[in-house]
Protein backbone atom coordinates (compact mmCIF):
# COMPACT_ATOMS: atom_id res chain seq x y z
CA UNK A 1 0.00 0.00 0.00
CA UNK A 2 1.28 3.48 -1.17
CA UNK A 3 2.27 5.61 1.83
CA UNK A 4 -0.45 8.80 2.01
CA UNK A 5 1.09 12.52 2.34
CA UNK A 6 -1.59 15.13 3.16
CA UNK A 7 -0.75 19.10 1.71
CA UNK A 8 -2.81 21.69 3.73
CA UNK A 9 -2.96 25.09 1.67
CA UNK A 10 -5.82 27.66 1.21
CA UNK A 11 -4.80 28.16 -2.57
CA UNK A 12 -6.65 25.87 -5.00
CA UNK A 13 -3.91 26.22 -7.51
CA UNK A 14 -1.27 25.01 -5.32
CA UNK A 15 -2.73 22.23 -3.74
CA UNK A 16 -3.44 21.12 -7.66
CA UNK A 17 0.09 21.76 -8.39
CA UNK A 18 1.56 19.78 -5.43
CA UNK A 19 -0.53 16.59 -6.13
CA UNK A 20 0.13 16.73 -9.94
CA UNK A 21 4.13 16.70 -9.61
CA UNK A 22 4.79 15.04 -5.97
CA UNK A 23 2.81 11.85 -6.68
CA UNK A 24 4.81 10.64 -9.50
CA UNK A 25 7.80 11.88 -7.54
CA UNK A 26 7.55 10.25 -3.74
CA UNK A 27 5.58 7.33 -5.50
CA UNK A 28 2.89 7.68 -2.96
CA UNK A 29 -1.06 8.99 -2.81
CA UNK A 30 -1.67 12.63 -2.30
CA UNK A 31 -4.93 14.23 -0.10
CA UNK A 32 -5.36 17.59 -0.06
CA UNK A 33 -7.06 20.04 2.33
CA UNK A 34 -8.36 23.80 1.92
CA UNK A 35 -8.01 24.72 5.40
CA UNK A 36 -6.76 23.63 9.00
CA UNK A 37 -10.02 21.91 9.89
CA UNK A 38 -10.59 19.88 6.87
CA UNK A 39 -7.06 18.57 7.79
CA UNK A 40 -7.82 17.18 10.61
CA UNK A 41 -10.86 15.67 10.31
CA UNK A 42 -8.89 13.64 6.82
CA UNK A 43 -6.19 12.75 9.80
CA UNK A 44 -9.59 11.28 11.93
CA UNK A 45 -10.88 9.54 9.01
CA UNK A 46 -7.89 8.00 7.17
CA UNK A 47 -4.70 7.04 7.93
CA UNK A 48 -1.72 9.68 7.25
CA UNK A 49 2.02 9.38 6.94
CA UNK A 50 3.03 13.01 6.22
CA UNK A 51 1.58 16.30 6.46
CA UNK A 52 2.61 19.37 4.14
CA UNK A 53 0.82 22.81 5.42
CA UNK A 54 1.17 26.37 4.87
CA UNK A 55 1.45 28.38 8.26
CA UNK A 56 -0.50 31.08 7.14
CA UNK A 57 -4.34 30.18 6.32
CA UNK A 58 -7.17 31.82 7.62
CA UNK A 59 -9.09 30.38 11.19
CA UNK A 60 -6.58 27.45 12.00
CA UNK A 61 -3.06 27.93 10.89
CA UNK A 62 -0.76 26.03 9.97
CA UNK A 63 1.18 26.16 13.72
CA UNK A 64 -2.59 25.64 14.96
CA UNK A 65 -2.75 22.45 13.08
CA UNK A 66 0.50 21.55 14.28
CA UNK A 67 -0.21 21.55 17.80
CA UNK A 68 -3.36 19.13 17.40
CA UNK A 69 -1.25 16.84 15.68
CA UNK A 70 1.72 16.56 18.03
CA UNK A 71 -1.55 16.41 20.85
CA UNK A 72 -3.48 13.49 18.74
CA UNK A 73 -1.40 12.31 16.72
CA UNK A 74 2.60 12.18 18.33
CA UNK A 75 3.73 10.24 15.51
CA UNK A 76 2.71 11.78 12.77
CA UNK A 77 5.53 13.88 10.85
CA UNK A 78 4.79 17.32 9.56
CA UNK A 79 6.72 19.19 7.55
CA UNK A 80 5.34 23.36 6.79
CA UNK A 81 5.53 25.83 4.37
CA UNK A 82 6.61 29.17 4.80
CA UNK A 83 6.94 32.40 2.69
CA UNK A 84 10.31 34.89 2.72
CA UNK A 85 10.38 37.07 5.39
CA UNK A 86 8.82 34.50 7.84
CA UNK A 87 11.36 32.50 9.28
CA UNK A 88 11.03 33.49 12.87
CA UNK A 89 8.15 31.33 12.46
CA UNK A 90 9.51 28.54 11.02
CA UNK A 91 12.21 28.25 13.78
CA UNK A 92 9.18 28.54 16.51
CA UNK A 93 7.46 25.72 14.08
CA UNK A 94 10.64 23.52 14.73
CA UNK A 95 10.26 24.11 18.16
CA UNK A 96 7.10 23.18 18.60
CA UNK A 97 7.25 19.74 16.90
CA UNK A 98 7.58 20.18 12.87
CA UNK A 99 10.20 18.12 11.26
CA UNK A 100 11.46 20.54 8.78
CA UNK A 101 10.10 23.80 6.87
CA UNK A 102 10.40 24.36 3.44
CA UNK A 103 10.32 28.29 2.21
CA UNK A 104 8.34 29.50 -0.52
CA UNK A 105 8.74 30.00 -3.92
CA UNK A 106 10.47 26.80 -3.56
CA UNK A 107 13.05 24.46 -5.32
CA UNK A 108 11.12 21.34 -6.48
CA UNK A 109 14.01 19.17 -6.21
CA UNK A 110 14.97 20.21 -2.65
CA UNK A 111 11.10 19.76 -1.53
CA UNK A 112 11.21 16.24 -2.75
CA UNK A 113 14.23 15.58 -0.90
CA UNK A 114 12.84 16.77 2.10
CA UNK A 115 9.59 15.19 1.96
CA UNK A 116 11.63 11.79 1.21
CA UNK A 117 13.53 12.20 4.50
CA UNK A 118 10.48 13.34 6.43
CA UNK A 119 8.69 9.81 4.94
CA UNK A 120 11.42 7.78 6.20
CA UNK A 121 11.20 9.46 9.05
CA UNK A 122 7.28 8.18 9.33
CA UNK A 123 8.70 4.75 8.03
CA UNK A 124 10.85 4.21 11.11
CA UNK A 125 8.62 5.78 13.76
CA UNK A 126 5.63 3.49 12.52
CA UNK A 127 8.15 0.63 12.73
CA UNK A 128 9.41 1.23 16.01
CA UNK A 129 5.43 1.51 17.20
CA UNK A 130 4.94 -1.68 16.07
CA UNK A 131 7.63 -3.58 17.58
CA UNK A 132 6.44 -1.52 20.86
CA UNK A 133 3.44 -2.85 20.57
CA UNK A 134 4.79 -6.35 19.42
CA UNK A 135 6.57 -6.13 23.05
CA UNK A 136 3.98 -4.75 24.79
CA UNK A 137 1.29 -7.80 23.49
CA UNK A 138 4.04 -10.57 24.47
CA UNK A 139 4.44 -8.93 28.34
CA UNK A 140 0.64 -8.81 28.38
CA UNK A 141 -0.04 -12.94 27.86
CA UNK A 142 3.40 -13.67 29.42
CA UNK A 143 1.44 -15.36 32.31
CA UNK A 144 -0.85 -17.04 30.20
CA UNK A 145 0.55 -20.32 29.28
CA UNK A 146 -0.90 -22.88 26.54
CA UNK A 147 -0.67 -23.47 23.08
CA UNK A 148 -4.33 -25.38 22.57
CA UNK A 149 -6.49 -24.74 19.96
CA UNK A 150 -8.94 -23.55 23.30
CA UNK A 151 -6.12 -21.29 24.14
CA UNK A 152 -5.29 -19.99 20.77
CA UNK A 153 -8.84 -18.64 20.65
CA UNK A 154 -8.87 -16.86 23.78
CA UNK A 155 -5.58 -14.87 22.50
CA UNK A 156 -7.26 -14.15 19.37
CA UNK A 157 -10.52 -12.95 21.40
CA UNK A 158 -8.58 -10.85 23.99
CA UNK A 159 -6.53 -9.02 21.13
CA UNK A 160 -9.70 -8.08 19.29
CA UNK A 161 -11.74 -6.81 22.16
CA UNK A 162 -8.49 -4.73 23.73
CA UNK A 163 -9.01 -2.19 21.37
CA UNK A 164 -12.24 -1.23 22.18
CA UNK A 165 -13.70 0.21 25.30
CA UNK A 166 -16.87 -2.00 24.98
CA UNK A 167 -17.73 -3.80 28.46
CA UNK A 168 -16.36 -7.36 28.45
CA UNK A 169 -17.50 -10.32 30.70
CA UNK A 170 -14.58 -12.98 31.42
CA UNK A 171 -16.51 -16.63 32.75
CA UNK A 172 -14.91 -19.79 33.36
CA UNK A 173 -14.78 -21.83 36.24
CA UNK A 174 -12.61 -20.68 39.22
CA UNK A 175 -8.26 -21.00 39.08
CA UNK A 176 -8.67 -20.70 34.72
CA UNK A 177 -6.99 -17.55 35.22
CA UNK A 178 -9.56 -14.86 34.81
CA UNK A 179 -7.82 -12.26 36.38
CA UNK A 180 -4.72 -12.56 34.37
CA UNK A 181 -7.07 -11.99 31.16
CA UNK A 182 -8.78 -8.86 32.39
CA UNK A 183 -5.12 -8.12 32.98
CA UNK A 184 -4.40 -8.54 29.30
CA UNK A 185 -6.78 -6.45 28.65
CA UNK A 186 -6.11 -3.69 30.02
CA UNK A 187 -2.00 -3.89 29.40
CA UNK A 188 -2.63 -4.04 25.19
CA UNK A 189 -5.30 -1.51 25.42
CA UNK A 190 -5.58 1.97 24.58
CA UNK A 191 -5.73 2.99 28.39
CA UNK A 192 -2.92 0.85 29.24
CA UNK A 193 -1.17 3.73 30.77
CA UNK A 194 -3.88 4.62 32.97
CA UNK A 195 -5.28 2.60 36.10
CA UNK A 196 -6.08 -0.60 36.11
CA UNK A 197 -7.91 -1.20 40.03
CA UNK A 198 -9.49 -4.73 40.94
CA UNK A 199 -12.72 -5.24 42.75
CA UNK A 200 -12.86 -8.31 44.45
CA UNK A 201 -16.56 -8.42 45.10
CA UNK A 202 -16.85 -11.19 47.17
CA UNK A 203 -13.90 -10.01 49.25
CA UNK A 204 -15.61 -6.64 50.01
CA UNK A 205 -18.59 -6.73 52.41
CA UNK A 206 -22.13 -6.30 51.18
CA UNK A 207 -22.63 -2.91 53.60
CA UNK A 208 -19.67 -1.27 52.47
CA UNK A 209 -19.30 -2.15 48.67
CA UNK A 210 -21.28 0.27 47.73
CA UNK A 211 -19.22 3.48 49.48
CA UNK A 212 -15.84 1.42 48.40
CA UNK A 213 -17.06 1.27 44.61
CA UNK A 214 -18.51 4.97 44.56
CA UNK A 215 -17.28 7.14 47.35
CA UNK A 216 -19.05 8.79 50.12
CA UNK A 217 -19.01 12.58 51.22
CA UNK A 218 -18.24 13.72 54.48
CA UNK A 219 -21.46 13.28 56.94
CA UNK A 220 -23.35 10.66 54.32
CA UNK A 221 -23.03 8.01 57.40
CA UNK A 222 -21.92 7.63 61.25
CA UNK A 223 -18.43 7.49 60.84
CA UNK A 224 -17.79 9.31 57.18
CA UNK A 225 -15.73 12.10 58.73
CA UNK A 226 -14.06 13.45 55.40
CA UNK A 227 -14.99 12.73 51.67
CA UNK A 228 -13.63 9.42 50.10
CA UNK A 229 -13.39 8.69 46.68
CA UNK A 230 -14.39 5.93 45.13
CA UNK A 231 -13.04 3.02 43.56
CA UNK A 232 -14.47 4.02 40.01
CA UNK A 233 -13.57 7.84 40.29
CA UNK A 234 -9.83 6.03 40.97
CA UNK A 235 -9.94 4.22 37.42
CA UNK A 236 -11.04 7.18 35.41
CA UNK A 237 -9.37 6.94 32.50
CA UNK A 238 -8.74 3.66 32.84
CA UNK A 239 -9.88 0.09 33.41
CA UNK A 240 -12.14 -1.32 36.53
CA UNK A 241 -12.08 -5.38 37.01
CA UNK A 242 -15.27 -6.41 38.90
CA UNK A 243 -13.95 -9.82 39.84
CA UNK A 244 -16.88 -12.55 40.43
CA UNK A 245 -19.58 -10.47 40.12
CA UNK A 246 -21.96 -12.83 39.93
CA UNK A 247 -21.86 -12.21 43.85
CA UNK A 248 -23.31 -8.87 44.17
CA UNK A 249 -26.89 -8.03 45.87
CA UNK A 250 -29.61 -6.44 43.88
CA UNK A 251 -28.61 -3.23 45.32
CA UNK A 252 -25.38 -2.93 43.82
CA UNK A 253 -26.69 -4.79 40.39
CA UNK A 254 -29.26 -1.58 40.22
CA UNK A 255 -26.17 1.02 40.41
CA UNK A 256 -23.77 -0.68 38.09
CA UNK A 257 -26.21 -0.76 35.38
CA UNK A 258 -27.12 2.97 35.89
CA UNK A 259 -22.81 3.13 35.85
CA UNK A 260 -23.04 1.28 32.43
CA UNK A 261 -25.76 2.94 31.09
CA UNK A 262 -25.02 6.50 32.08
CA UNK A 263 -21.33 6.96 32.42
CA UNK A 264 -21.67 8.34 35.74
CA UNK A 265 -21.74 7.56 39.60
CA UNK A 266 -23.37 8.99 42.46
CA UNK A 267 -21.18 9.16 46.20
CA UNK A 268 -23.75 8.40 49.22
CA UNK A 269 -24.63 11.56 50.89
CA UNK A 270 -24.18 13.21 47.30
CA UNK A 271 -26.77 15.16 45.13
CA UNK A 272 -25.50 15.43 42.21
CA UNK A 273 -23.79 12.55 39.57
CA UNK A 274 -20.21 12.35 38.67
CA UNK A 275 -19.25 11.78 34.69
CA UNK A 276 -16.60 9.02 35.02
CA UNK A 277 -14.43 7.48 31.98
CA UNK A 278 -14.40 3.66 32.64
CA UNK A 279 -13.87 0.60 30.94
CA UNK A 280 -15.65 -2.15 33.03
CA UNK A 281 -14.02 -5.79 32.54
CA UNK A 282 -15.84 -7.95 34.66
CA UNK A 283 -16.13 -11.88 35.59
CA UNK A 284 -17.60 -14.54 37.32
CA UNK A 285 -17.34 -18.30 37.74
CA UNK A 286 -21.38 -18.55 38.45
CA UNK A 287 -24.04 -19.50 35.32
CA UNK A 288 -25.77 -15.84 35.60
CA UNK A 289 -28.41 -17.13 33.34
CA UNK A 290 -29.40 -19.67 35.83
CA UNK A 291 -29.10 -16.88 38.48
CA UNK A 292 -31.16 -14.83 36.57
CA UNK A 293 -33.65 -17.48 36.10
CA UNK A 294 -33.89 -18.09 40.34
CA UNK A 295 -34.18 -13.81 40.03
CA UNK A 296 -30.88 -13.72 42.03
CA UNK A 297 -29.24 -11.06 38.66
CA UNK A 298 -30.64 -8.86 36.81
CA UNK A 299 -31.38 -9.83 33.28
CA UNK A 300 -30.98 -6.16 31.95
CA UNK A 301 -27.42 -5.83 33.88
CA UNK A 302 -26.08 -9.34 32.33
CA UNK A 303 -26.80 -7.95 28.72
CA UNK A 304 -25.03 -4.66 29.54
CA UNK A 305 -22.09 -6.97 30.52
CA UNK A 306 -22.28 -9.64 28.21
CA UNK A 307 -21.03 -7.29 25.39
CA UNK A 308 -17.78 -8.86 24.54
CA UNK A 309 -18.15 -12.35 26.31
CA UNK A 310 -14.79 -14.24 27.25
CA UNK A 311 -15.28 -17.75 27.94
CA UNK A 312 -12.14 -19.60 29.29
CA UNK A 313 -11.70 -23.28 29.02
CA UNK A 314 -11.47 -25.52 32.08
CA UNK A 315 -7.86 -27.14 32.10
CA UNK A 316 -9.18 -30.45 31.84
CA UNK A 317 -10.19 -29.85 28.31
CA UNK A 318 -6.84 -28.35 27.37
CA UNK A 319 -4.50 -30.75 28.53
CA UNK A 320 -1.97 -30.55 25.99
CA UNK A 321 -1.01 -27.66 27.66
CA UNK A 322 0.14 -28.70 30.77
CA UNK A 323 3.35 -29.54 30.41
CA UNK A 324 3.76 -26.07 29.39
CA UNK A 325 2.07 -24.63 32.13
CA UNK A 326 3.95 -26.89 34.48
CA UNK A 327 7.80 -25.64 32.87
CA UNK A 328 6.21 -21.89 33.29
CA UNK A 329 5.58 -22.53 36.53
CA UNK A 330 8.31 -24.10 37.65
CA UNK A 331 10.38 -21.49 36.17
CA UNK A 332 8.62 -18.56 37.58
CA UNK A 333 8.09 -19.92 41.30
CA UNK A 334 11.70 -21.34 41.79
CA UNK A 335 12.70 -17.95 40.85
CA UNK A 336 10.63 -16.01 43.41
CA UNK A 337 11.59 -17.89 46.02
CA UNK A 338 15.30 -18.04 45.35
CA UNK A 339 15.43 -21.49 45.16
CA UNK A 340 17.69 -23.74 42.14
CA UNK A 341 15.83 -24.87 39.57
CA UNK A 342 13.71 -28.34 39.47
CA UNK A 343 11.86 -30.85 37.28
CA UNK A 344 9.12 -33.14 37.29
CA UNK A 345 9.39 -36.79 37.28
CA UNK A 346 7.83 -38.15 34.08
CA UNK A 347 5.39 -40.14 36.62
CA UNK A 348 4.30 -37.35 38.37
CA UNK A 349 3.68 -36.09 34.68
CA UNK A 350 1.76 -38.65 33.97
CA UNK A 351 -0.38 -38.32 36.71
CA UNK A 352 -0.57 -34.39 35.90
CA UNK A 353 -2.39 -35.35 32.76
CA UNK A 354 -5.11 -37.59 33.96
CA UNK A 355 -6.20 -35.56 37.21
CA UNK A 356 -9.26 -34.05 36.73
CA UNK A 357 -8.26 -30.54 38.14
CA UNK A 358 -11.53 -28.85 39.12
CA UNK A 359 -9.00 -26.35 40.60
CA UNK A 360 -7.58 -25.59 37.11
CA UNK A 361 -4.26 -23.96 36.82
CA UNK A 362 -4.92 -22.36 40.41
CA UNK A 363 -4.84 -25.94 41.95
CA UNK A 364 -1.55 -27.23 39.15
CA UNK A 365 0.29 -24.13 40.51
CA UNK A 366 -0.30 -24.92 44.06
CA UNK A 367 0.91 -28.27 43.76
CA UNK A 368 3.62 -26.94 42.00
CA UNK A 369 4.93 -24.79 44.85
CA UNK A 370 4.31 -27.29 47.67
CA UNK A 371 7.01 -29.50 45.46
CA UNK A 372 9.51 -26.88 45.50
CA UNK A 373 9.24 -26.62 49.13
CA UNK A 374 9.36 -30.05 50.03
CA UNK A 375 10.97 -31.76 47.26
CA UNK A 376 14.73 -32.84 48.79
CA UNK A 377 15.76 -33.75 44.98
CA UNK A 378 16.10 -31.44 41.56
CA UNK A 379 13.29 -33.82 40.35
CA UNK A 380 9.66 -33.77 42.17
CA UNK A 381 7.90 -37.11 42.31
CA UNK A 382 4.31 -37.82 43.13
CA UNK A 383 5.21 -38.72 47.03
CA UNK A 384 6.69 -35.06 47.75
CA UNK A 385 3.33 -33.61 46.59
CA UNK A 386 1.09 -36.21 48.08
CA UNK A 387 -0.22 -37.72 44.71
CA UNK A 388 1.38 -41.11 45.53
CA UNK A 389 -2.19 -42.48 46.07
CA UNK A 390 -3.02 -40.89 43.15
CA UNK A 391 -3.94 -43.23 39.55
CA UNK A 392 -5.53 -42.43 36.59
CA UNK A 393 -8.60 -44.14 38.07
CA UNK A 394 -8.68 -41.59 41.32
CA UNK A 395 -8.26 -41.85 45.14
CA UNK A 396 -7.11 -45.07 46.30
CA UNK A 397 -10.22 -45.72 49.00
CA UNK A 398 -9.54 -45.06 52.66
CA UNK A 399 -9.75 -48.26 54.06
CA UNK A 400 -9.25 -49.11 57.81
CA UNK A 401 -6.28 -51.86 59.02
CA UNK A 402 -9.23 -54.82 58.59
CA UNK A 403 -9.69 -53.25 54.39
CA UNK A 404 -13.02 -52.28 55.85
CA UNK A 405 -14.24 -49.12 54.25
CA UNK A 406 -14.44 -46.56 57.07
CA UNK A 407 -17.45 -43.98 57.58
CA UNK A 408 -17.19 -41.18 55.23
CA UNK A 409 -17.23 -38.60 57.63
CA UNK A 410 -14.30 -40.21 59.79
CA UNK A 411 -12.62 -41.14 56.32
CA UNK A 412 -12.86 -37.70 56.09
CA UNK A 413 -11.89 -35.98 58.98
CA UNK A 414 -8.42 -39.02 59.25
CA UNK A 415 -7.60 -37.59 55.66
CA UNK A 416 -7.70 -33.87 56.85
CA UNK A 417 -6.03 -34.23 59.93
CA UNK A 418 -3.26 -35.85 58.40
CA UNK A 419 -3.04 -33.51 55.18
CA UNK A 420 -2.91 -30.71 57.73
CA UNK A 421 -0.08 -32.23 60.01
CA UNK A 422 1.92 -33.46 57.55
CA UNK A 423 1.85 -30.18 55.31
CA UNK A 424 2.09 -27.41 57.81
CA UNK A 425 4.89 -29.29 59.33
CA UNK A 426 6.70 -29.51 56.36
CA UNK A 427 5.72 -26.02 55.42
CA UNK A 428 7.12 -24.45 58.82
CA UNK A 429 10.12 -26.41 58.59
CA UNK A 430 10.85 -25.06 55.00
CA UNK A 431 10.79 -21.45 56.76
CA UNK A 432 12.15 -22.86 59.81
CA UNK A 433 9.30 -21.68 61.59
CA UNK A 434 8.60 -17.96 60.75
CA UNK A 435 4.79 -17.70 60.35
CA UNK A 436 4.69 -14.79 58.06
CA UNK A 437 6.67 -16.54 55.53
CA UNK A 438 5.02 -19.53 55.66
CA UNK A 439 1.73 -17.43 55.10
CA UNK A 440 3.05 -15.64 52.35
CA UNK A 441 4.16 -19.16 50.80
CA UNK A 442 1.06 -21.31 50.94
CA UNK A 443 -1.47 -18.09 50.30
CA UNK A 444 -2.86 -17.57 53.77
CA UNK A 445 -3.15 -14.71 55.98
CA UNK A 446 -0.88 -14.87 58.96
CA UNK A 447 -4.15 -14.79 61.36
CA UNK A 448 -5.58 -17.29 59.25
CA UNK A 449 -2.75 -19.55 59.57
CA UNK A 450 -2.24 -19.06 63.49
CA UNK A 451 -6.03 -20.22 63.98
CA UNK A 452 -5.05 -23.56 61.75
CA UNK A 453 -1.89 -24.22 63.95
CA UNK A 454 -3.87 -24.00 66.96
CA UNK A 455 -6.60 -26.18 65.78
CA UNK A 456 -4.07 -28.81 64.89
CA UNK A 457 -1.88 -28.38 67.85
CA UNK A 458 1.29 -27.35 65.63
CA UNK A 459 3.96 -24.80 67.69
CA UNK A 460 5.60 -22.87 65.38
CA UNK A 461 8.87 -22.11 67.69
CA UNK A 462 9.29 -25.47 67.68
CA UNK A 463 10.73 -25.33 64.13
CA UNK A 464 12.80 -22.63 64.44
CA UNK A 465 16.85 -22.43 64.86
CA UNK A 466 18.08 -22.83 68.46
CA UNK A 467 14.76 -24.41 69.24
CA UNK A 468 15.97 -28.03 69.21
CA UNK A 469 14.43 -28.37 65.65
CA UNK A 470 11.31 -30.84 65.67
CA UNK A 471 10.47 -32.43 68.80
Not at 3 to 15: A, G, H, K, N, R
Request: charged residues 25%; proline residues 5%; contains cysteine.
Amino acid sequence: MKETLLVVDDEQDMLQLLKRTLEPDLNCRVETALSGEEAVRIVQEQPIDLILADIKMPDMDGLELLNHVRKEHPWLTVVLMTAYGRIELAVQAIKAGAYDFITKPFDHDGLVLTLSKALERSRLLRENLRLQRHVQDQSAFQNLVGRSRAMQRVYETIQMVAKTDLTVLITGESGTGKDLTARAIHAISNRSRQSFVVVNCPAVPENILESELFGYRKGAFTHATQNKIGLFQEAHGGTIFLDEIGDINNSIQTKLLRVLQEKEIKPLGDTRSIQVDVRVVASTNRNLKEKIRRGEFREDLFYRLNVLPIVLPPLRNRREDIPPLVDHLLAKRCAELGKPPKTVSPELMELFLCHPWEGNVRQLENIILRGILFAPREQIRPEDVGFGEISSGGVAPVMDNDLQPIPYREAKEDALRRFHADYLRRLLQATQGNVSQAAQLCGLERQGLQQILRRYGIRAEEFRAGDGGMR
